[in-house]
């Protein structure tokens, strides 16, 4: 029998009122229910953010390195359990093992850094056109604060949005997507473990409908840090700014990556594959338009054509295994869906294209790597987000078409180019409308310590991670001393 996951209030593993759970489902074998979580309603949220709201003073008092100090032992203990909490990451979500458990290491670098911001928590110190006054600045938590994450980093994104919130002084109210809440779980029993005081971390599970408004609404709530698709966040911006607290938004992409004539085209079909298919496509730093200067066109296609085909698919848990499902039926709907509409719309398909069926693949949402060339900057394959494992492949005459074409887009999350050709790459860097900037690397796998964050209708707000993301969980207080009368 599959284990029943509970919320976390105020320090307690708790049921939800209406004592409904929802089953966890792995996407690669169906058969399989990795667990039941509560079905959370409007009276659970309500508690975890009351909860919340009590515990913030005392939490805040603490001084701030002792804070991070729980960040630092729950790391310890994630990381004694790294491989099961790999495995639990591929069970519900699909990515393969070696993604998951890579995940995992990166939310457990993430708990050490911000650890480590317990004690750096820096701010200014000014001098002042007065005599014998002392300015200085100090940085104040906001209170409460609401993180809202989405299921395909199920461990990284949430942990990279609670740790510098509870480090900033803040309690947290987290609600993970519902495909995957598992991960988040286990980074807040890590936290219970790490002996956490109660009701600074409080988790509750249940579909966005039935938790969102009451958790944004709620009074005690200052901030709202959320990852998504675009319609929720944008939903949620409207909502969450005519309460005057601070916002963040973290949604879709279409990452192009340029590849230009003097480029290693065995290298470039690496970074290609990587940034395309790795995670099924499942990342919103995925590369899902390729842009390839004419001259290399014909030759760099049939290369990558057949690293694509050499691609393994399956379940996530079997070695050697280069690309699992597509998270649920939905989403293997929405990419084929987009596969047929890219071919109505002109484009020519080179590659994949269909569901994977037959023995193990009957079993999840399998579905080809997929490669469309003769794409033109107007189809809706070359503008709209799929989230999944679809190439967008497009010619450009000359460097300067290949800008033009790789800012078409009203997304700007990450882009990527492969050159060797150092004008290029400072013109590229400078001009390209992307927030995560990459020079002959994929568009997806940036690291921990660096901000993270795209520009246009990608984001909105102050940047996650790295040295940056503290910005968003404090605010700033401006001291004027005069120290003598
Ligand atoms: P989603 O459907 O927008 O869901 C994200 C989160 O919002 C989930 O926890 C969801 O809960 C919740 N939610 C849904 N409706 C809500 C409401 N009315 N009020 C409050 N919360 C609500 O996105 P997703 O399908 O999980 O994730 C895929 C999207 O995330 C893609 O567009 C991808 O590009 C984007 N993404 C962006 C980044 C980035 O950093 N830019 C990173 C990763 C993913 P339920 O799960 O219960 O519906």
Known sequence: MPEIFRNYIAGQWVECQSKKTVPNINPADTDEIVGYFQASGPEDTQAACDAAAKAQPAWAALPAPRRGEYLFKAAEILESHLAKLGEDMTREEGKTLPEGKAEVKRAINIFRYFGGEGARQFSYQIPSERENVFCYTMRKPLGVVALITPWNFPSAIPAWKMAPALVGGNTVVIKPAS????????????????????????????????????????????????????????????????????????????????????????????????????????????CSRAIIERAIYEPLMKILVEKTRKMKVGNGLEPGIDMGPAVDQGQLETDLNYIEIAKKDGAKLLCGGHRLTGGIYDKGYFVEPTI?????????????????????????????????????ARFGLSASIVTRDLTRVYQFTNQIQAGLITVNLPTAGVEYQLPFGGTKESSFGMREQGPLALDFYTETRTVYLKYTQ
């Open 179 to 286: 495909l995957a809440p598992l991960s988040a779980y286990r980074l807040v029993e890590a936290l219970h473990e790490a002996g956490i005081p109660a009701g600074a971390i409080n988790y509750i599970t249940g579909g966005g409908g039935a938790v969102g408004n009451t958790l944004v609404d709620h009074p005690a709530i200052r901030a709202v840090s959320f990852t998504g698709s675009c319609e929720v966040g944008g939903a949620l911006y409207d909502r969450v700014t005519k309460r005057r607290i601070r916002v963040q938004l973290e949604m879709g992409g279409k990452n192009p990556t340029i590849v230009l004539k003097d480029s290693d085209l065995n290298y470039a079909a690496d970074v290609l594959v990587n940034g395309a298919f790795f995670s099924t496509g499942q990342k919103c730093t995925a």
């Open 372 to 408: 469309f060339t003769d794409v033109t900057p107007e189809m809706r394959i070359a503008q709209e987000e799929v989230f999944g494992p679809v190439l967008a492949v497009m010619v450009a005459n000359d460097f300067d078409d290949a800008m033009r074409l790789a800012n078409s």
